[in-house]
Antibody, heavy 121, light 104 residues
Framework: QVQLVESGGGVVHPGRSLRLSCAAS????????MHWVRQAPGKGLEWVAI????????YYADSVKGRFTISRDNSNGTVYLQMNSLRGDDTAVYYC??????????????WGQGTPVTVSS | DIQMTQSPSSLSASVGDRVTITCRAS??????LNWYQHKPGKAPKFLIS???RLQSGVPSRFSGSGSGTDFTLTISNLQPEDFATYYC????????FGPGTKVD
């Protein structure tokens, strides 16, 4: 079945870096764009970044632009999120999700279980 | 940027109730509107695309409607497993989620 599994979360000091991974299985990974979405404690869902199926086009939320980098390896079905210059407001559960383009809309399906990131001194 | 709002932010309901959640976009998004269900500690679940298209496997008690700037998610005959937070999300431009509506 289609599955996404995130890893790489943890506790990190402000200003440091962390790289998240999302391993995909059960579908043709190289045919789909992939997203990262986060949820800070007590807050709602916030879209973070998308990478197109071919890895060429990438877009970011203003809150992470210049600090985070999304990438992918189509040979092993994995999408990454490199997070640099981390701040306290980056503390969140980070989810990866597949982008599905239905023509009349595009949506996130499925989602992984998430990996928690805590930025604290 | 397109902003999304939802009302109410939370609501109390009972099993068997009919629940309606409203989502509003700051500009016309046609029907580029999706709905998700999220339970604590779980992966968010995709429910509805294009404002009203029910995802395969989602119970028919869920329905969506609207176009332009105003949208609704309706849950008829609320079931115990439906207690969750619901988010709308516009796909007209860079993805933006609404702030969520908690159903408890």
């Amino acid at each position: 079945q289609v599955q996404l599994v995130e890893s790489g979360g943890g506790v990190v000091h402000p200003g440091r870096s962390l790289r998240l991974s999302c391993a995909a299985s059960g579908f043709s990974f190289r045919s789909y764009g992939m997203h990262w979405v986060r949820q800070a404690p007590g807050k709602g869902l916030e879209w973070v970044a998308i990478i197109w199926h071919d890895g060429i086009n990438k877009y970011y939320a203003d809150s992470v632009k210049g600090r985070f980098t999304i990438s992918r390896d189509n040979s092993n079905g994995t999408v990454y999120l490199q997070m640099n210059s981390l701040r306290g407001d980056d503390t969140a559960v980070y989810y990866c999700a597949r982008n599905v383009d239905g023509g009349s809309s595009s949506w996130f399906d499925p989602w992984g279980q998430g990996t928690p990131v805590t930025v604290s001194s | 940027d397109i902003q999304m709002t939802q009302s109410p932010s939370s609501l109390s309901a009972s099993v068997g109730d009919r629940v309606t959640i409203t989502c509003r976009a700051s500009q016309n998004i046609n029907t580029y509107l999706n709905w998700y269900q999220h339970k604590p500690g779980k992966a968010p679940k995709f429910l509805i695309s294009a404002a009203s298209r029910l995802q395969s496997g989602v119970p028919s008690r869920f329905s969506g409607s609207g176009s332009g700037t105003d949208f609704t998610l309706t849950i008829s005959n609320l079931q115990p497993e439906d207690f969750a937070t619901y988010y709308c999300q516009q796909s007209f431009s860079t993805p933006v989620f609404g702030p969520g509506t908690k159903v408890d």
